[in-house]
């Protein structure tokens, strides 16, 4: 199984500044097979990248990924007040595995 | 509109069954794996197992293999989880969420349902 490691585990950041969100897998992810999801308080997560690097409909442009065998990173270029929320890593080129998640927090 | 409609809420004691239900509208049921995933209060998500509708295969993950059953009524568009004798430790929420048309990862969710076990 591979296991999907998140870092850091806490960002502390006002609205306006970048975010750079870690996901690091114990083995190589099969074809950059990685999504992010974000999640807010009391809601269900929300898909934002597939493929590492493709943003799904509707997703703002400031969100970005990129990254490939065990080493992806989602980038948040300016944070809006409503990016402070979780945000999951998730493999899917061998079953599924989820990251432990990065809570993103208003500074 | 596109969506997936989950059961409500359940309180269950231990040593319980409890089968919960996932509809699916707005797209065709049978041509996406729905996945069944698990969070526990204030973790990650984990998930469970993925079914695909049209002829009923299944993924499990090794950590949930043998513990719930899967299954889908094609007639209603219907997912379910069910479990046949619960435990405390299977209080969290759970998601049952639609696969992409042709990878694994998710691209609609459910609300979810809360299933409280308690004695």
């Known amino acids: 199984e591979i296991v999907l490691t998140q870092s850091p585990g806490t960002l502390s950041l006002s609205p306006g500044e970048g975010a750079t969100l870690s996901c690091r897998a114990s083995?190589?992810?099969?074809?950059?097979?990685l999504a992010w999801y974000q999640q807010r308080p009391g809601r269900a997560p929300r898909l934002l990248i597939y493929?590492?690097?493709s943003r799904a409909t509707g997703i703002p442009d400031r969100f970005s990924g990129s990254g490939s065998g065990t080493d992806f990173t989602l980038t948040i270029s300016r944070l809006e007040p409503e990016d402070f929320a979780v945000y999951y890593c998730q493999q899917y080129g061998s079953l599924l595995t989820f990251g432990g998640g990065t809570n993103v927090e208003i500074k | 509109e596109v969506q997936l409609v989950q059961s409500g809420a359940e309180v269950k004691k231990p040593g319980e069954s409890l089968k919960i239900s996932c509809k699916g509208s707005?797209?065709?049921?049978?041509?996406?794996?729905i996945g069944w995933v698990r969070q526990m209060p204030g973790k990650g998500p984990e998930w469970m197992g993925i079914i695909y509708p049209g002829d009923s295969e299944t993924r499990h993950s090794p950590s949930f293999q043998g513990q719930v059953t899967m299954s889908v009524d094609k007639s209603s568009n219907t997912a379910y989880l069910q479990w046949g004798s619960l435990k405390a430790s299977d209080s969290a929420m759970y998601y049952c969420a639609r696969c992409s048309d042709r990878y694994w990862y998710f691209d609609l969710w459910g609300r979810g349902t809360l299933v409280t076990v308690s004695s």
């Open positions: 083995q190589s992810v099969y074809s950059e097979y």
């Open positions: 707005g797209y065709s049921f049978t041509n996406n794996w």
């Open positions: 493929g590492a690097s």
